[in-house]
């Protein structure tokens, strides 16, 4: 079982408790490591200890729920807020919460509720640990001369001389190859740039080419490569471009 680690805010006690308990009897792989009635000691303690799951209440003297998140620096957790107040049930949301729920709190919502959390933080911490998986493996294969491209499938090695072409769209790379056939992977095109041999020019914002593969220059501003595929080139990057054949 992964423990995953929670804090509480609220500024009223038998709010707190109920909540506690609740959460307990319901997800013993939850550890509470703090539960507190003022939000300026639930800020430090958020800062310090930066728990999985943040449960706060938004109606609080001195401080409500949005100011105190508006005081941290950075929210790397799931909130969910606990209110008596629908109507806050939009601006919630609107904060960055996973969910909300409402008070008094019923056992079904705050379950949802919870594995909403526990279900966003898993493919957080899987997200992670595939991109220190390919930052491992890019750098044992690199003499291999291959790409590794993250899919929905999984993994793909492409040797570096298969690849015409990478463009950019929507937060996607798509990859073209030389035998006609693309692989599209979620991550940008900034993601495989670094890794990239000096074979691969970025004539464009979007888009990436093989200098190996180039066959003519358009005055109109496209390149041809092998196959007579055409890449459009920015006017910035014109002349880099042409000084690589001189």
Not at 48 to 64: A, G, H, T
Not at 114 to 141: C, F, G, R, Y
Not at 195 to 210: A, M, P, T
């Amino acid at each position: 079982m992964i423990k995953r680690t929670a804090i509480l805010v609220d500024d009223e006690v038998s709010a707190l408790k109920g909540l506690q308990q609740k959460i307990e009897k319901l997800f013993p792989e939850i550890e509470i490591l703090n539960a507190f009635q003022k939000p300026e000691e639930a800020i430090r303690a958020i800062k310090e200890k930066q728990p999985d799951i943040l449960f706060l209440d938004i109606e609080m003297p001195r401080m409500n729920g949005f100011e105190l998140l508006s005081a941290l620096n950075e929210i790397n957790f799931q909130v969910i807020f606990v209110t008596a107040y629908s109507e806050y049930a939009l601006d919630a949301l609107k904060q960055s919460a996973i969910d909300y729920v409402l008070k008094p709190v019923d056992n079904e919502e705050l379950t949802n509720a919870i594995n909403k959390a526990l279900e966003v933080i898993k493919l957080k911490h899987q997200n992670e640990s595939n991109t220190k998986l390919i930052e491992m493996l890019t750098e044992t294969i690199t003499n291999t001369n291959k790409i590794i491209i993250p899919t929905a499938k999984g993994l793909s090695f492409i040797p570096q001389d298969d690849v015409l072409h990478l463009e950019g769209y929507e937060g996607y790379t798509k990859f073209h190859l030389t035998n006609n056939t693309e692989i599209v992977s979620s991550y940008n095109l900034g993601k495989f740039e670094k890794s990239l041999s000096s074979i691969f020019f970025k004539c464009h914002k979007s888009h990436i080419i093989n200098i190996e593969k180039v066959r003519s220059f358009e005055n109109e501003g496209y390149i041809v490569l092998e196959g007579e595929y055409r890449v459009p080139i920015s006017k910035a990057n014109r002349k880099v471009f042409l000084d690589l054949f001189q």
